[in-house]
């Protein structure tokens, strides 16, 4: 089988001491060489500390702004994982600012980068052997396509400029790549990408395979179409129907009419049973070639997925390549958008060693010098957001002033923001140590990471947020202690963790790091601070290009008077209005201003006075004797807390002995309650079985009586069963009788000795005063055998018509309880007449039923049946909803009727049944 035959020839193979392959597996071979050297540990501990510096300085804060500006995701990925590179070498890094400089040039042009995919999951895929998707392969021609778009914009862009050498370092990027041209083209003869299919002419075979499948398709289709309509005219479907089942072509028929089918298949039939699809006996043969066919059809299209796959594998070094050209090329468009944003301006990458820099007619020679800085991650909070920005980044006009360096955009318009406050690093030639003094929260630590950033960026091909040249120097690693290194699982101290650093900073720093401190020596005795910090700055200035380290150290500034190198700067602080300015003054020596500080803030002043006299006692000549007197004083202090400790111990154990003793008296007191409460439940238990007895003996009798009781003692019969059912009710009751009337006004009330009180904390239960009420507003009251105490707030009094009266307890059913809640609001002696009537219990007996009958049979039962019922009795009338008419003539009756006092309906619920009161 012959598959691309346009396109198949023997590939040569790349040259491998060309390709980015071959570099990476020498810097792989060096760098296995390196661990097997001495070197191997030092460059472990750099790799280490350069991510810590990283994190510190918060860079990975910085490529997220990057990221907002990037166009591809790939670009978008390795900025959000703050992987942007850095430049290897000043001349790498002034290669990335350069691409900078060139993608600031072509817009407002911007380079469209659709199309352009991450294929590093599609090539691992087809290197490891997997098979690539038509849609994976589609990607690939189409990344491969737009990749030779990208270049071709770029020759436009300088074509129409004229200029070819200003656009050269973005130029660079992508001239020399392998666009795989013949492999997009493989794709592209195999593949129609906007249909997603294999096309016929990717291999001879499949040309014919799918040639014999049409043909054979449509004598299928044919051969359906007669065997349909002959059913169909047969009347044995509604309508032709072809179809497919089970993979194979068939037509719908009847299936009483399955005969006119002889040797049909039945391939399926439907969830009703009547239609068979059925598969004629003609078909089976072009059927079964049909299956065949798809078959071949699917294993070819494999191979030829299998072909390009295999072609894709061995294009993966040169397509990875491409791919990390166009990730350089979006990058430096989006560093350039990145400085259009925040009004950013190329640095100055200084060369080896000291070259002065002429500023404003001034001789004086600066390492470093940037005016004007704001630190990046705070830029944002004073621009507009990064959505609107991109919103509006392709309409805004931009013009660059090449002079100086810098830009103005329309977008940006207006004055600069006062936030965050612009800083200027000076540092003159030959100045290694710059040690930053000044009172906290004086921009000390933000300066210095200012300066880092600054050093990152500038790395990384990143425009600064400064004006004018700002100029830097390049360094191979910049190196930072900033924060506390405590750590318990390493048993490190703030001191012992700052020092370590320190240790591995000093092990690893070159001649071109940058080394930044933050309170160096801090977290120790201030004499030995002081004596080690100096002695690390001395070492550090003869060993790096440049370290900057902030102190509240004053002798630490003193070195400047003996050694050059040193050069100090203090953060400005306003005398008048005691705050901070985040202004660094170089060359002065600041101080912490911490009692001016305290003052500001209201603090008492004769602890500033005294804070003022300790001040001025603290000199270094006296350092010894104060050591001492502080000694002295520690030892007296311990001795102290000694002494409260062991009383401490003391007084614990008695707590403890105590704390004891009440848990055994409180677990003995739950097994009593516990004893007292099945005790208490085998009581109600037996109680409740005597009254249910009792209750069943009554209603017994009340049915044995009912059967042979005439109309007239039924009344006196229910009463009867009533009060003895109420007698054993009330006789049963926990509070003998009835409950604490609420609403009861306690306040007043004070229970006597011996007297029957409720208690809320025993459940409304009677208990007996025992002794009277004490001052603490208590009274012990006895329940059973149980004493307790319990607020005088929680007892109630027992109401005198309680003690007196007997409650008349009667059980009804659920309609008679909701028929008494009607009579709740009517007079008292009304109340009287309703009880006269007695229990409105509904049975068959006083109940006449309407509903099915005419108006006039209705009419003569409902006045029978009053007329049957004796003197002070209810009659239930059914008459049921239906029309109305005959609720209309039954309440009419009722109305009229001179035996009945008064009628209701039986409940709210109930409007199909209604109460008739009988005189």
């Known amino acids: 089988m012959e598959l691309c035959h346009h396109f198949i020839s023997v590939k040569k193979p790349p ?18 060489s390196l661990s097997s050297s001495p070197e191997s540990h030092r460059v472990r501990v750099s790799e280490t500390l350069h ?88 990607a690939v021609g189409r990344t491969l396509r737009a990749a030779r778009a990208l270049l071709k914009q770029l020759e436009e862009v300088a074509l129409d400029e004229g200029s070819s050498e200003r656009y050269t370092p973005l130029l660079e990027i992508l001239q ?110 072009l059927n079964n070639m049909e ?67 002429n500023t404003n007619g001034s001789d004086y020679a600066y390492s470093v010098n940037i005016e004007a800085i704001q630190h990046p991650l705070l830029l944002e909070s004073s621009r507009r957001s990064l959505s609107d920005v991109l919103a509006s980044k392709s309409g805004s006009s931009v013009e660059l002033d090449m002079e100086n360096g810098g830009m103005n955009s329309a977008g940006f318009s207006g004055e600069a923001s006062d936030f965050p406050v612009p800083i200027d690093i000076k540092i003159g030639c030959g100045t290694k140590v710059v040690v930053i003094s000044g009172p906290n929260t004086g921009g000390k630590t933000a300066s210095m990471k200012t300066l880092g950033l600054a050093s990152l960026m500038s790395k990384a091909g990143m425009y600064l947020p400064a004006k004018n040249h700002p100029k830097i120097p390049w360094f191979d690693l910049i190196l930072a202690d900033v924060g506390d290194h405590q750590s318990l699982e390493q048993n490190l101290s703030t001191f012992s963790g700052h020092i370590s650093r320190l240790c591995k900073i000093l092990e690893v720093s070159s001649k071109e790091s940058l080394v930044l401190i933050d309170e160096i020596g801090s977290g120790t005795d201030p004499s030995e601070g002081v004596a080690l910090s100096a002695s690390i700055l001395q070492y550090l200035k003869d060993r790096v290009s440049l370290a900057v380290v902030t102190t509240h150290y004053t002798d630490l500034s003193r070195l ?118 099945a005790k208490e439940t085998q009581r109600v238990q037996r109680e409740l079985t005597a009254v249910k007895s009792r209750i069943e ?63 809320k904390g025993l459940g409304d239960k009677l208990a007996t005063v025992v ?24 007892v109630i009094a027992i109401p005198t018509t309680e003690r007196n009266a007997t409650t008349s307890f009667v059980p009804r059913s659920k309609r008679q309880g909701r028929q008494s809640r009607n009579f709740k609001n009517l007079p008292e002696a009304k109340k009287e007449e309703e009880d006269s009537y007695g229990p409105t219990v509904q049975i068959s007996k006083n109940t006449v039923d309407l509903r099915g009958m005419r ?31 005959v609720k209309e003539r039954a309440l009419e009756i009722l109305r009229n009727h001179p035996r009945v006092a008064k009628f209701e309906q039986e409940s709210p619920m109930n409007y199909g049944c209604t109460v008739a009161y009988i005189k």
């Open 51 to 138: 991510k810590e510096t990283l994190k510190t300085l918060e860079w990975d804060s910085v490529c997220k702004q990057l990221s907002a500006f990037t166009s591809t995701t790939r670009g978008l990925s390795v900025a959000r994982s703050g992987n942007v590179l850095l430049g290897r070498s000043r001349d790498e890094s002034q290669k990335l600012l350069d691409q900078t400089t060139a993608a600031m040039m072509v817009h407002p042009r911007p380079l469209d980068f659709s199309g352009i995919d991450d294929l590093s999951e599609i090539l691992n895929s087809s290197v490891s052997g997997e098979l690539v998707t038509v849609g994976e392969i589609c």
């Open 771 to 794: 002794e009277a009420t004490g001052d603490d507003e208590t009274i012990l009251v006895q329940y059973g055998k149980i004493r307790v105490r319990v607020k005088k707030s929680n």
């Open 855 to 885: 108006v006039e049979e209705a009419s003569h039962h409902l006045n029978m049946a009053i007329s049957a019922r004796g003197s002070h009795s209810v009659l239930f009338v059914i008459h049921g909803m239906g029309t109305g008419v």
């Open 560 to 677: 400047k008077e003996k050694d050059t190198q040193f050069e100090n700067a203090a953060m400005e602080f306003s005398l008048e209005t005691l705050q901070p300015t985040y202004r660094i003054l170089w060359g002065s020596t600041g101080d912490s201003n911490a009692l001016s500080i305290a003052k500001s803030i209201g603090f008492n002043e004769e602890i500033i006075e005294q804070a003022q006299k300790w001040v001025e006692r603290l000199v270094p000549e006296k350092q010894q004797e104060r050591k001492g007197l502080l000694y002295q004083s520690l030892l007296e202090e311990r001795n102290r807390l000694e002494t409260q400790a062991g009383r401490a111990a003391s007084l614990h154990s008695e707590v403890m002995d105590l704390y004891h003793e009440i848990q055994d008296e409180a677990d003995d007191l739950d097994r009593r309650e516990t004893a007292l409460k």
């Open 291 to 357: 299956v065949k066919l798809l078959n071949s059809e699917k294993a070819e299209e494999k191979a030829i997925l299998s072909f390009l796959t295999s072609e894709i594998a061995e294009s993966d070094i040169e397509i990875k390549f491409l791919l990390d050209r166009i990730l350089e090329v979006d990058l430096a468009f989006a560093r350039a958008s990145y400085a259009q944003w925040m009004n950013g301006v190329c640095p100055i990458l200084s060369l080896e060693g000291c070259e002065c820099f």
């Open 15 to 32: 040259n491998l001491y060309t390709t980015p392959c071959h570099r990476f597996v020498t810097r792989l071979t060096a760098a296995v």
């Open 176 to 285: 020399n790549c392998d666009f795989q041209v013949e492999l997009e083209q493989k794709i592209g003869f195999c593949i129609d990408c906007n249909l997603s299919v294999i096309l016929d002419r990717a291999s001879e075979e499949l040309e014919i395979i799918r040639s014999e499948r049409k043909r054979n398709m449509e004598n299928l289709e044919s051969l359906l179409k007669r065997v349909s309509a002959q059913v169909f005219q047969a009347g044995a479907i509604d309508k032709p129907l072809i179809t497919k089942r089970r993979s194979r072509m068939c037509v719908g028929i009847r299936a009483s009419h399955r005969y006119l089918l002889p040797g049909g298949v039945v391939l399926n039939v439907s969830s009703s049973g009547a239609t068979y699809f059925m598969e004629p006996k003609e078909a089976v043969e």
């Open 697 to 759: 003996t009554v209603i017994q009798e009340f049915e044995n009586q009912l059967n042979s009781a005439t109309a007239d003692k039924f009344n006196s019969l229910i009463r009867k069963s009533e009060s003895a059912i109420a007698s054993i009710v009330e006789g049963h009751q926990p509070n003998g009788g009835g409950f604490a009337v609420t609403g009861t006004d306690t306040s007043s009330y004070t229970p006597r000795f011996g007297e029957q009180v409720h208690v």
